[in-house]
């Protein structure tokens, strides 16, 4: 029987949320969305009711719950996004496809953008410390390299801890 041409099946385009392969250790939670527009591979982080909400990563102190992940069952699949009180998928151990918003190499340090700044949205991953935008997340690490505005494998390994970039 002849073997298959290794990447026949995998050479698919993968999208920030999706899980890019699979790990024994995967841990997916579900939450309740707090508001309108949390965007597939995106950070979020504890809502109001902590144990049941989480909104888009927003403040250099907020508690981080882990990456929106793909579904078919958000509201508004067309802009790859949830909506409020939809069903929140968040992978919050594992590999994770994320959007980075600059060029990102293997061994960059991890940080979210908690501030929208231009086109530069929060939630949102990247490498660069700039003061009173971006955190410092550990317990993360970048598995692939990536151009600025594309999907990154991101390992998540709890504990996570945030330090703000001041």
Same mark, same amino acid.
């Given at each position: 029987?002849?073997?298959?041409?290794?990447?026949?099946?995998?050479?698919?385009?993968?999208?920030?949320?999706?899980?890019?392969?699979?790990?024994?250790?995967?841990?997916?939670?579900?939450?309740? +969305? &707090? *508001?309108?527009?949390? =965007?597939?591979?995106?950070?979020?982080?504890?809502? /109001?009711?902590?144990? @049941?909400?989480? $909104?888009?990563?927003?403040?250099?102190?907020?508690?981080?719950?882990?990456?929106?992940?793909?579904?078919?069952?958000?509201?508004?699949?067309?802009?790859?996004?949830?909506?409020?009180?939809?069903?929140?998928?968040?992978?919050?151990?594992?590999?994770?496809?994320?959007? +980075? &918003? *600059?060029?990102?190499? =293997?061994?960059?340090?991890?940080?979210?953008?908690? /501030?929208?700044?231009? @086109?530069?949205? $929060?939630?949102?991953?990247?490498?660069?410390?700039?003061?009173?935008?971006?955190?410092?997340?550990?317990?993360?690490?970048?598995?692939?390299?990536?151009?600025?505005?594309?999907?990154?494998?991101?390992?998540?390994?709890?504990?996570?801890?945030?330090?703000?970039?001041?």
């Amino acid at each position: 029987m002849a073997i298959p041409k290794e990447d026949l099946y995998v050479s698919r385009v993968t999208v920030p949320g999706t899980i890019p392969e699979h790990n024994p250790i995967e841990n997916i939670r579900s939450f309740a +969305a &707090e *508001e309108d527009d949390i =965007l597939f591979g995106r950070a979020v982080m504890s809502g /109001t009711l902590a144990e @049941t909400q989480v $909104k888009t990563f927003g403040s250099a102190s907020g508690k981080f719950k882990g990456v929106a992940a793909y579904s078919t069952e958000a509201d508004d699949l067309d802009g790859s996004s949830y909506n409020d009180h939809d069903a929140v998928a968040v992978i919050d151990q594992g590999l994770v496809m994320v959007f +980075a &918003e *600059e060029v990102i190499a =293997l061994g960059d340090s991890v940080r979210i953008r908690h /501030t929208t700044s231009g @086109t530069k949205i $929060k939630g949102s991953f990247c490498k660069t410390a700039v003061p009173g935008e971006t955190a410092l997340l550990s317990g993360a690490e970048y598995r692939t390299a990536g151009a600025s505005g594309t999907a990154v494998k991101l390992y998540l390994d709890p504990p996570f801890t945030i330090t703000a970039d001041v």
